[in-house]
């Protein structure tokens, strides 16, 4: 989780290779309308977010109901999201939240670089605006998006071996 360009797709390409385990762009899920409105470089409301937060619940709750792993990318920048995706943090066995942080500005130099994405890099205050930082109750592995990509996925590694102890 994090903002857009942190480096979220990058990393869970890297942990699904690594691990094996299926992998879904959490972008992919956005419904047509969502992807217009961000490309004409407009901030998605909360209701905007709602079906495609569903999706990703959705994907999430597929694969655990088949006891079946995954790596799935999403922004998830509020606890309400969280929430609502994968349930209040004490309900959240089994599924791990890793939270890419990086200042705004390695953020935008990142995005001044990035081609190919809806997502402008204009939006990147606002979703800085809206960022809630995962606290200690979520549980977070929380990643140093400034490392370059072999170092963030030898980190997360690191962190969801801890975990599965």
């Known amino acids: 989780m994090g903002v857009s360009g942190v480096g979220k797709t990058t990393l869970a390409q890297a942990l699904a290779a690594a691990l094996g385990w299926p992998f879904q762009e959490g972008d992919a899920l956005h419904p047509p309308e969502n992807v217009a409105k961000m490309a004409a470089g407009v ?7 709602g079906p495609w937060l569903d999706r990703i619940k959705a994907w999430i709750a597929a694969r655990r109901e088949a006891g079946e792993p995954g790596v799935i990318t999403c922004s998830a920048l509020k606890r309400a999201y969280r929430d609502r995706i994968l349930g209040p943090a004490a309900e959240r066995l089994g599924v791990a939240l890793v939270f890419l942080a990086a200042p705004e500005a390695v953020i935008a130099a990142r995005l001044a670089r990035r081609r190919g994405h809806f997502m402008p890099p204009t939006l990147l205050a606002s979703q800085f605006a809206t960022l809630e930082a995962p606290g200690p109750a979520e549980h977070p592995l929380v990643v140093d998006a400034t ?7 030898a980190e997360a590694l690191a962190l969801l071996a801890a975990v599965d102890g």
Do not use: E, H, V
């Open 147 to 153: 490392q370059p990509p072999a170092a963030m996925a």
């Open 43 to 49: 901030a998605l409301s909360d209701d905007d977010r």
